[in-house]
């Protein structure tokens, strides 16, 4: 497998975390991203133990995802999300993960301005901790039909806010393909890029997420990828596949093909 793709937790959507383990070792794929739901399901503390045994026998987590977002009109509930934040910090050191991908949450009835400086005091002991660490927290820009886990729909705006937090981005390639400039916000703002989450989209698609193998739809991934690493992009590429068209071909066929894709893509 490529040393710069991970598959994400979410392109096996409907797997647990024993199944996620299973299926990554039957396909040889020793890079992923470990999702903080699938241990809490599974139980944290015996599922975090259950995914260490895998990284102790080899397999790299290049990111743990999933936190559950801040309510930013809601300080009230602060402190229990940045205890879950927390305990993502204390699992990404078990399993050595390389990063932290967390979405902002809704700003409710907050502007965007208000709702950058609530999620920069409600982030600010867990960011002391995760610097203590050496964990990089990653910001993560979503699809503007998601307002219910983010407020930041472009690229460059969470450049600019992870600038502000001192944070890294996560460059969600599905949310952003489309905007103007991105050749330049890229090459702007690549040191802070630290996760390319990557798959495709139909043009024509109503409903969402109803991604695709990269490659099958008219994201015109060679040319973003291309401008990535001619930036000087240097982290991984994050396979992030979820939706109707991947359930349909099935995790066996669908996942296996789209790594030989990106694979391609950077060779």
Request: charged fraction near 20%; proline fraction near 5%; glycine fraction near 8%.
């Given at each position: ?28 794929i020793n890079r992923v991203g470990v999702s903080v739901a699938k241990l809490d399901a599974f139980g944290w ?106 407020f930041v729909h472009t690229l460059r705006d969470v450049i600019d806010l992870a600038r502000r937090l001192d ?101």
């Open positions: 497998m490529h040393p710069r793709v991970s598959v994400s937790a979410i392109c096996t959507f409907a797997l647990d975390l024993a199944g996620d383990l299973d299926f990554w070792s039957k396909h040889d503390d015996a599922g975090v133990a259950r995914a260490a045994r895998s990284v102790a026998d080899g397999l790299q987590v290049a990111n743990l995802i999933g936190l559950g977002p801040f309510h930013l009109d809601d300080p009230a509930q602060w402190p229990f999300q940045r205890a879950r934040l927390t305990r993502a910090l204390d699992a990404a050191e078990a399993l050595r993960a390389d990063c932290i991908v967390f979405t902002t949450g809704p700003a409710g009835a907050l502007t965007w301005e208000q709702a950058a400086d609530a999620l920069g005091e409600a982030m600010a002991p867990v960011l002391a901790d995760a610097a203590t660490r050496g964990i990089p927290f990653a910001i993560e820009h979503t699809n503007s039909l998601r307002v219910d886990v983010g944070t890294s981005v996560c460059m969600e390639t599905n949310a952003c393909w489309a905007e103007r400039g991105l050749t330049a916000t890229v090459r702007a703002g690549v040191d802070r890029i630290s996760v390319v989450q990557v798959s495709d989209f139909a043009v024509g698609t109503l409903s969402t997420p109803s991604r695709l193998v990269p490659g099958d739809g008219d994201i015109p991934l060679a040319r973003i990828i291309g401008d990535l690493l001619a930036a000087g992009y240097s982290g991984c590429f994050d396979l992030e596949l979820i939706g109707p068209r991947i359930e349909a071909e099935g995790y066996d066929r669908a996942i296996p093909r789209a790594v030989s894709a990106l694979e391609s893509l950077l060779r």
